[in-house]
């Protein structure tokens, strides 16, 4: 069930997308009165078409659900339409028109896709607000894996800044890390800013080691057993581990590492009760338990909660979609660069619909969409010829030194296009295989 509400949002969501896009092309196609053939949802053969009395467009809805098309006549596209090439322009097609009605006609469906953006995420703030943990808030700082702690961080440092870059949220600490890819971390660990020196070699183990960063919570006592080894210790609920012998202890992962030292030992150990703190001695079993049960306390945590109105959630919205566009653009740098070994995460589909979540969530649904709006928007722009960054090239070009390329030219750049992507996609689909035997 989980994997069909997933594949359920992944066509919801990629079906939508592609309407926005599409209709972006078309709308500025029909202002320039430039004839669209078809606007299609999906790919042929067609389980479903209708052609209006007195239009131009056939309207449809294919059976391959991996996109979908706008037609538009007298433009060299997917279609690879030779024949209607071949004839003599009309003044309805595309190629016939000036150079920067053209120019708006591609560029249409990359601004409604921003648009699309920019109205989901100040919908999404107005419907649900915004809530967070900012990195100043966890007080406990973080929780580290080995591949953190293998770099030099250690539990309980908190970190202050990657190079320059101050970070806000805690949860996107380790994102933070990659874009930026700093080579140095400030982080403020028993008291005194220290800095790190960040290897660069790290970067491949960044992108595919999740967990880098947890929030350090504070161990306390959830209930003692009458079986315990320690029923009679005076422990109570609530009581918070501070130090096991001489280890301060900032996480469950280092309490587990510290009581690990001392098996089969009667150990001190500090806890803090409300403002007070007590030591008592606890026995230590030969698997380094006390024998009792533990829970993370995280009832003094401050969580950072925005309300807003719709006068506010409009630049707000308009603010986090240019910020997200940022944020993927300096993404695509590092698939872009080898060294990082970026490219082992590109992810097609399968990898898509993993980050939806496995229950219908509408304020995470509507996030995802918004985020992929904007990566849809941002690779489109890239000057590949079978994306509309690359007729956008070539227009501007003719634009700048008044040549514009021959059609036979714009045939070979939109199959040399095509067989890029589709390199590209292999490469992705081949990345989720790979990670599902992983």
């Known amino acids: 069930m989980d994997v069909i509400i997933r594949i359920i949002q992944v066509i919801l969501a990629l079906s939508i997308l592609v309407v926005i896009h599409e209709f972006g092309h078309f709308v500025f196609a029909r202002l320039f009165k430039i004839r669209v053939e078809k606007f299609y949802l999906f790919f042929p053969p067609a389980i479903f ?8 467009t056939e309207w449809g809805i294919g059976s391959i659900p991996l996109g979908g098309f706008c037609k538009i006549s007298g433009m060299i596209d997917e279609s690879m339409d030779k024949e209607t090439m071949a004839q003599e322009p009309q003044p309805w097609e595309y190629r016939t028109k000036p150079a920067w009605q053209r120019l708006l006609v591609i560029s249409g469906g990359v601004l409604f896709n921003f648009i699309f953006a920019m109205i989901l995420y100040s919908a999404i703030l107005y419907t649900w607000g915004e809530e967070y943990l900012k990195n100043d808030d966890a007080k406990y700082g973080i929780q580290t894996n080995s591949l953190s702690a293998e770099m030099g961080f250690r539990d309980g440092d908190r970190i202050l800044a990657f190079d320059d870059m101050v970070p806000d949220n805690f949860a996107e600490l380790q994102i933070d890390l990659v874009r930026s890819q700093a080579k140095t971390a400030t982080v403020l660990r028993h008291g005194d800013t220290i800095v790190l020196e960040l290897d660069q070699d790290y970067i491949p183990a960044i992108l595919n080691t999740p967990g880098m960063f947890m929030l350090a919570t504070p161990v306390a006592v959830a209930q003692v057993p009458d079986t315990s080894i320690n029923a009679s210790a005076g422990l109570m609920a609530g009581d918070r581990f501070v130090k096991v012998a001489d280890t301060d202890i900032h996480s469950f992962s280092g309490l587990q590492s510290a009581l690990a030292k001392h098996k089969g030992e009667i150990t001190p150990i500090e806890f803090r009760r409300g403002e007070e703190l007590i030591t008592q001695h606890l026995h230590i079993d030969e698997n380094g338990k006390i024998e009792v049960i533990l829970q993370n306390d995280i009832s003094d945590f401050h969580i950072t909660q925005k ?18 566009i940022g ?13 990082t070994e970026a490219y082992k995460s590109v992810g097609s589909f399968i990898a898509i619909g993993s980050i939806f979540p496995t229950a219908w969530n509408w304020e995470a649904f509507w996030n995802i969409v918004a985020l992929l709006s904007v990566m849809l928007a941002v690779i489109n722009l890239l000057p590949i010829p079978a994306l509309d960054g690359g007729h956008i090239v070539f227009t ?15 045939e070979y750049a939109q199959m040399a296009g095509m067989i890029f992507l589709l390199l590209i996609m292999f490469l992705a689909f081949g990345n989720d295989i790979l990670r599902l035997f992983r």
Not at 49 to 56: G, R, T
Not at 402 to 407: A, F, L, V, Y
């Open 49 to 56: 078409k209708y052609k209006p009395k007195n239009s131009d």
């Open 307 to 324: 309300e807003y109105t719709i006068f506010s959630a409009i630049p707000a919205g308009v603010t986090k979609a240019f910020s997200t």
């Open 327 to 339: 944020d993927y653009i300096k993404e695509l740098g590092l698939i872009f660069s080898p060294k």
């Open 396 to 410: 501007l070009y003719e634009m700048i030194t008044g040549r514009k390329p021959s059609d036979k030219f714009m």
